[in-house]
């Protein structure tokens, strides 16, 4: 069975006020999130990302098509007990503490007090909030409201979970945390449907991608799918490279970069490079690193959004 | 097992929807009492109140043989006018400022739907307006017990018509908070209220207007507002003239008939509304 399936999924707004000129935010959708897998949604600002997810989770309606989770329609109450929602830059109610907030959740999913206590204590655990789990949150810092807001998203073990921007407004430790929770999360079978800016972040830990730009989707697929994992150059850095050295291997490289002391070397592919390495090692040229250089799904995602930008 | 690995599906029981549907209500409801008590507005309003309450002392002191009579008209009348402020200013912002701060956001995904949550929003306000009249109600006998006036059921009549009223109120707030702003939903509230107060005025227009036009409109509002007057014993209670239980159950007829057409017409707004 597939978590996740939208066939032409369609969404209007209304731009005018007395005109009711419609804009359309998401052009007819086909995705199909698989269970147990990792996906990210990336794409620009205004890309349709949020909108995909707020019609996916009944906060707004779709103008057509259709969508089903976990192989039933969206607003089928059993879908929402299946499924966890992290928003963007959440917002939760200032007046209640942490526990306060997983414990109303918990009571939401029909957990029991008991349930609720252990799966509280568990989560904030695990989300480094334990000690700040009875101050009210309004004194909450927002790297402190991200990681509750992926607590809360946790509170009924969703065998879905959305979360929009997950890394936002984390340190850089935060942020390695939830890495590591959302492949927990991916190792314990739950499907993680994730958007994202941080496009390191999605090549980690996404087993497929799609690419959204301007409410159309561009490209899906499974990561060695859709970026050219062919070797682009070899990056060598070496300490003590002389002009005389540097015109020896002349014919070999593509690009010499001087960093002080060290000069990055730009090889077009590893024959050049094992051309050149013999020659530097005799001219007295010292090895710092050696890097193949492939195209990231950075390089890939913007390559496409600017073709697509430019139509 | 993992904590967070762990899928094991949730045990919800094996209770009736309809059980399960109304404990969710009911946790939306203790969570917006929650909210409203640890206002610090709500706080200060009240204190007002019972301030307001308690000056009725120095003015009845000074009303020679009158002392009680504006003890009691003061007192009921706080009790009315700061319940009134209440209900408008927390009911306008119960749905609107979910909105605006979208912690709505997180809650809607959750296995509750949205007349679910708009019932629990309004028996919230409704149980926290209760606990604020009781307060209220226990500062003006506290008052009369000082002045030695004997214990007087009928001013429970009077107050809890008044409660009637703010529970009436609270739904037409939540009506305009449901597709309005929350500034907006105030001033319409407003309106109603004191349109729905001097609605028996709007139907006897007709005989002092000689246009065509208003006299129809003041008829549609007389029809459509809800009468506040009805619920309004005040000035019999204090001069203690009978108020009879057929009235009480007329108007408690009354509200429930209105409370339940504006939060069946609540829900449905909200129920298709887009939340951007």
Not at chain 1, 219 to 228: M, Q, V
Not at chain 1, 229 to 244: D, F, N, Y
Request: aromatic share 10%; charged share 20%; with cysteine.
């Amino acid at each position: 069975m597939r978590a996740l399936e939208t066939r032409g999924l369609t969404k209007d707004y209304p731009t005018g006020s007395l005109l009711q000129k419609m804009k359309r935010a998401l052009h007819p959708l086909d995705l199909e999130v698989e269970e147990g897998e990792t996906f990210g949604l990336i794409g620009p600002n205004g890309a349709g990302k949020t909108t995909t997810l707020k019609l996916l989770l009944g906060l707004v309606f779709p103008t057509g098509g259709e969508a089903r989770i976990m192989g039933r329609p969206l607003g089928d109450p059993e879908v929402k007990q299946q499924i966890g929602y992290l928003p963007e830059q959440p917002y939760f109610y200032d007046y209640l503490t942490g526990r306060e907030l997983l414990n109303y959740f918990g009571q939401l999913f029909g957990l029991s007090r008991q349930e609720r206590d252990v799966r509280s204590r568990e989560l904030l655990e695990k989300t480094g909030m334990t000690d700040a789990a009875d101050v009210p949150l309004r004194k909450y810092s927002k790297g402190m409201t991200q990681r509750l807001g992926i607590a809360q998203a946790l509170v009924n073990r969703p065998r879905l979970v959305f979360l929009d921007e997950p890394m936002s407004g984390l340190d850089p430790v935060g942020r390695r945390e939830i890495s590591h929770l959302i492949r927990e999360l991916h190792d314990s079978g739950t499907t993680v449907f994730f958007c994202s800016h941080i496009l390191s972040d999605v090549e980690q830990l996404c087993d497929r991608v799609a690419i959204l730009n301007r409410g159309k989707l561009i490209e899906a697929g499974r990561l060695t799918d859709i970026i050219d994992v062919s070797l682009h150059a070899v990056e060598v850095v070496v300490e003590g490279l002389s002009p005389e050295l540097e015109k020896r291997i002349a014919a070999s490289f593509r690009e010499i970069r001087p960093h002080g002391p060290r000069s990055h070397i730009s090889f077009p592919d590893i024959p050049s490079f094992e051309k050149a390495l013999p020659v530097l090692i005799e001219g007295g040229a010292h090895l710092v690193s050696v890097n193949p250089v492939k195209e990231t799904l950075e390089d890939h995602f913007f390559r496409e959004v600017n073709a697509g930008g430019r139509e | 097992m993992n904590a967070v690995a762990d899928t094991r599906p949730i045990e919800t029981g094996s209770r009736v929807e309809g059980a399960r549907s109304l404990r969710k209500i009911g946790y939306v409801a203790l969570n917006t009492y929650r909210e409203t008590v640890r206002d610090k507005v709500l706080y200060n309003l009240v204190l007002f109140a019972l301030l307001m309450i308690g000056s009725s002392y120095v003015l009845g002191a000074v009303s020679v043989y009158q002392e009680i009579k504006v003890i009691k008209d003061l007192g009921l009348a706080a009790i009315s006018v700061f319940g009134m402020v209440i209900a408008i200013f927390i009911g306008i912002g119960l749905v609107s400022k979910e909105m605006d701060k979208r912690t709505l956001y997180s809650v809607l995904p959750k296995p509750i739907s949205r007349t679910q949550f708009l019932l629990g929003k309004y028996f919230g306000l409704c149980f926290t307006l209760l606990v604020n009249v009781l307060v209220m109600t226990v500062g003006l006998y506290v008052l009369l017990f000082l002045m030695k006036h004997p214990f007087d059921p009928a001013l429970l009549k009077a107050i809890f018509l008044i409660y009637l009223k703010l529970t009436l109120l609270v739904a037409v707030a939540i009506l305009f908070s449901t597709f309005t702003s929350s500034i907006l939903a105030g001033l319409f509230a407003g309106f109603v209220y004191v349109a729905g107060y001097f609605s028996s005025d709007l139907k006897n227009l007709e005989s002092v207007v000689e246009s065509t036009f208003l006299p129809q409109l003041t008829r549609v509002l007389y029809y459509v507002l809800p009468n506040f007057k009805n619920f309004d014993v005040k000035a019999a209670v204090v001069a203690g003239d009978p108020v009879p239980w057929t009235q009480l159950s007329w108007a408690t007829a009354y509200a429930a008939i209105y409370v339940g057409l504006l939060l069946v017409g609540s829900c449905w707004i909200f129920s298709k509304r887009n939340l951007k």
